[in-house]
Structures are given as structure tokens and as C-alpha cells.
């Protein structure tokens, strides 16, 4: 159980453009999912929090005119990255939370040229 | 001071021994602590979690939690290739998985 859906897992595109990330759970229901950023040879960074039906809590230094998410339903939540520099090139993972710790995506890797 | 410290490593230690990852924190309020896998260019996998201080065993794994010492390790028995990957520890302020803080994670390295 606890499986989590994230496409695409790479995607490479030109500066100033608009990306967007999936991330569904496939086999069960949470109201709350997290963004998170990874950068080389670095750790998780929390992006936001997303709560389903709501508007996402952004960190403290994330644009949340940047990076746009959208959680219409318990199972589904997308970011956008919007007019994208190679600086947001990172590894991008969603994460469902349950009681016994996340659910990770399997992370998409965006490169910006 | 990072709020969850952890040694960069690498640590290496030869097929079939115990290897020892420690994990810091600096918040007292920290209810819930995890312990995640992730190999090279994927995400990370939940190893085990722990609420109550002493140990918790999982098969080869086992998780030690000392909450006045502000300590956390996973112990890893018979140590096999397989488990060569980045080890990151995660801190959560409540019981069920919300906002965790996580550490910058220790590379292990599991040689033949």
C-alpha cells in the first residue's frame, strides 16, 4: 500500500517556460501532501504544504507566484513551475504524510537550459 | 546550527559488519523521528520510524532513540552492497508525518 504516482520523472526545458509536476497516491486518501526540493549532494528542502480544497503554505524564500500548486482532490496535487531560469533546476518530490512516516513520489528531475 | 545534524560520511565498512549512523537534533519538542534510504538520483524510502526512547528492531535494522540526549541512530546489521545509499534522518514536532525537518544525510558504503 501507500503507492505515490509522479510524472514525469525528468523533463528538460527552455528558460522562461512553464513546467508542471503530478503527483497522485494511488491506493489511498490524504488531505495533506508536501513539495519538496532537493539540489546536489544536498537534503530535502520543504517547499510548501498543501492541504486539499486550500491554499498551499509556502516556506519562508519560495515565490508562491512561482511555483504554483494545486491540490483539487484527496489523491491528486500538480506544481507548476512558471517562467523557469536554469537556478530552478533541482529534483523535485512529492510526499504524501501518514501516520507512519511519507510517502515519497519518485521525484522529477528538472533541468532548465 | 543545523536544526537535524548529521555526519556527511562517507562511512564504509566491510560486507557483513554493523554499520552505525547517528543523527542529532536541536529541538526538544520532537516527537517522531525517521529514518529514510535514498539511493543516487531517487527519492527516499522510509526505513523505519520511532516515537519512544530505547530501541526498535526490524529485521536487520534497528532504530535507538535517546530524547535526553537529543539522539537518534539506525544500526544496521550484516551489512550487504545493497545497502550502500544515502541514510537521512528526519525530526517531526508530532506524531503523525507533518512538516519534518530532515538532515543532510550520511553515505554509506557497504564494500565486498
Known amino acids: 500500500g501507500a503507492v505515490v504516482s509522479q510524472h514525469p520523472s525528468w523533463v528538460i526545458c527552455k528558460s522562461g517556460t512553464s513546467v508542471k509536476i503530478e503527483c497522485r497516491s494511488l491506493?489511498?486518501?490524504?488531505?495533506?501532501m508536501f513539495w519538496y526540493r532537493q539540489f546536489p549532494k544536498q537534503s530535502l528542502m520543504l517547499m510548501a504544504t498543501?492541504?486539499?480544497?486550500?491554499?498551499?503554505?509556502?516556506e519562508q524564500g519560495v515565490e508562491k507566484d512561482k511555483f504554483l500548486i494545486n491540490h483539487a482532490s484527496l489523491t491528486l496535487s500538480t506544481l507548476t513551475v512558471t517562467s523557469a531560469h536554469p537556478e530552478d533546476s533541482s529534483f523535485y518530490i512529492c510526499?504524501?504524510?501518514?501516520?507512519?512516516?511519507?510517502?515519497f513520489g519518485s521525484g522529477t528531475r528538472l533541468t532548465v537550459v | 546550527q543545523k536544526e537535524v545534524e548529521q555526519n556527511s560520511g562517507p562511512l564504509s565498512v566491510p560486507e557483513g559488519a554493523i554499520a552505525s549512523l547517528n543523527c542529532t537534533y536541536s529541538?526538544?519538542?520532537?516527537?517522531?523521528f525517521f529514518w529514510y534510504r535514498q539511493y543516487s538520483g531517487k527519492s527516499p524510502e522510509l526505513i523505519m520510524f520511532?516515537?519512544?526512547?530505547g530501541d526498535k528492531e526490524d529485521g536487520r535494522f534497528t532504530a535507538q532513540l535517546n530524547k535526553a540526549s537529543q539522539y537518534v541512530s539506525l544500526l544496521i546489521r550484516d551489512s550487504q552492497p545493497s545497502d550502500s545509499a544515502t541514510y537521512l534522518c528526519a525530526v517531526n514536532r508530532n506524531t503523525n508525518a507533518g512538516k519534518s525537518t530532515f538532515g543532510d544525510g550520511t553515505t554509506l558504503t557497504v564494500k565486498p
Open positions: 510526499v504524501w504524510g501518514t501516520a507512519y512516516g511519507y510517502t
Open positions: 520511532i516515537y519512544s526512547n
Open positions: 498543501s492541504n486539499e480544497g486550500s491554499k498551499a503554505t509556502y
Open positions: 529541538d526538544r519538542g520532537s516527537q517522531s
Open positions: 491506493d489511498f486518501q490524504a488531505t495533506t
